[in-house]
């Protein structure tokens, strides 16, 4: 019994000397947001559900290593930190060579359509504009003050018709060089008629007036330059700290890419028609992110 009694008390204090087990330190990933709804929805009922915010949810439940904090910036700011080597990701980028020289990037989401469509809040810009407007040919006209973000891409097509714009210094075209709250600032200064329009994702517009409703609505037409789709990447700084991060992304999006959870994010706020429309296109998606390694890592 005494030789019980003993053996139990060196068990208790061996324990006692044991030191307690450390937590492990999350790694901190600043993340950037801004005021873009439906793919950032900051405010409303339906704050932290938009397309990226989900996306991001995703991450965060399955990658318990990284501790995600919000960032406020715009894709301009957000590209000043990646040349300042200073840590933060995008969840929303399109790919540029620009960007590649200071961003590691993988496939996270898909955009169908990448459908821009002229925005105003005035009639008389849509007077004479055929059904889908040529974005080159209204550049060109003196009498339109147009307004654009000058670090954003917009895509390839327009993002040469934006260089050369820099290269001609039009005034009646201003490129503003950083929008730290968010595009939806821009719709506001032409609801304002600050300016006399602008572009912008059809899902982009819609969310912002049915936000200010009842007020006037912003009037919209198609843009010729539109695409029928494009991978939205994440994006993270160019260094040691950004490889990783994109890498263990990149392998998780490989694994969860055909799961209905990962699937209703990406084709979230998107129309049932035109995911109807889009659904080969959306499922290629599916299959490529799936198969493999999809980033500008190298491997």
């Keep these: 019994m005494l030789l019980t009694s003993v053996f139990f008390a060196l068990l208790l204090s061996v324990g006692l000397a044991q030191p ?36 991001r949810r995703i991450l965060e439940e399955h990658l318990k290593e990284y501790q995600l904090t919000d960032v406020r910036a715009d894709m301009s700011k957000t590209t000043d930190l990646w040349k300042m080597e200073k840590n933060v990701c995008s969840g929303s ?16 989401s898909f955009q169908v359509p990448l ?22 040919d209204l550049m060109k006209d003196k009498m339109r003050h147009g307004v654009f973000v000058k670090d954003r891409s917009y895509g390839p097509e327009i993002d040469r018709l934006l260089k ?7 005034r009646h075209l201003t490129l503003k060089k950083s929008v730290t709250d968010g595009y939806t600032t821009l719709l506001k200064m032409v609801e304002k008629k600050r300016f006399d329009y602008m572009i912008e ?43 990783d991060v994109v890498r263990k992304v990149d392998q998780l999006l490989q694994k969860i890419a055909l799961t209905n959870e990962y699937q209703r994010a990406v084709e979230s706020w998107l129309d049932p ?20 390694p999809w980033m500008t890592v190298p491997q």
């Design 201 to 243: 994702y059809e899902a982009v517009v819609r969310a912002y007036n049915e936000k200010i409703f009842p007020a006037k609505p912003l009037l919209t037409k198609a843009v010729k330059e539109s695409r029928p789709s494009a991978v939205f990447h994440l994006a993270c700084t160019k260094n040691s700290w950004g490889r």
């Design 164 to 170: 050369e714009v820099s290269a001609r210094g039009d």
């Design 20 to 55: 307690p087990l450390m937590k492990t330190e999350k790694i901190t990933v600043p993340w950037a947001v801004t005021d873009w709804e439906p793919y950032y929805i900051q405010d409303g009922p339906n704050a932290s559900m938009g397309r990226v915010d989900r996306l």
């Design 273 to 292: 028609d035109l995911q109807k429309k889009n659904r080969k296109l959306l499922d290629e998606f599916y299959q490529k992110r799936a198969q493999g």
């Design 115 to 136: 459908e821009y469509v002229l925005v105003t809040a005035s009639t008389k810009v849509l007077d004479g504009l055929p059904a889908e407007v040529s974005l080159k």
């Design 93 to 108: 980028a399109l790919i540029t060579p620009e960007r590649e020289q200071w961003a590691y990037f993988t496939a996270l």
